[in-house]
């Protein structure tokens, strides 16, 4: 069973950055998405990249955040830049086993145990 493990979480005033990132050892050719979740808000797939390197971001974050990926180290970042409140929510390391492409997709195979982002003053 794949094992994800994100780091790098906390809180960051609005217009900070934050880095996150999440280890998926040897799973390095799935795609690799963040996923965040609100309370009281709808799931959202934040961002994902496959091995080729294609991305996707949501339009909310879009500009403002940067996915990228290791595949040597199995690893995957996410920078957050700009972050605003909305932004604040769990955010969920995932790997996806039955595509080889990105999309805003919340269904993942395997899920990291989730990380706290708070954006606030």
């Known amino acids: 069973q794949l094992q994800l493990v994100e780091s790098g979480g906390g809180l960051a005033q609005p217009g900070g950055s934050l880095r996150l990132s999440c280890t998926a050892p040897?799973?390095?050719?799935?795609?690799l998405g963040w996923v965040r979740q609100a309370p009281g808000k709808e799931r959202e797939g934040v961002s994902c990249?496959?091995?080729?390197?294609?991305?996707y971001y949501a339009d909310s974050v879009k500009g403002r955040f940067t996915i990228s990926r290791d595949n040597v180290r199995n690893t995957v970042y996410l920078q957050m830049n700009n972050l605003e409140p909305e932004d604040t929510a769990v955010y969920y390391c995932?790997?996806?086993?039955?595509?080889?492409?990105?999309?805003?997709?919340?269904?993942?195979?395997?899920w990291g145990q989730g990380i706290q982002v708070t954006v606030s003053k």
């Open positions: 040897g799973q390095e050719h799935y795609p």
């Open positions: 995932a790997a996806d086993k039955r595509s080889f492409y990105c999309s805003g997709t919340v269904l993942y195979d395997y």
């Open positions: 990249i496959n091995f080729e390197g294609y991305t």
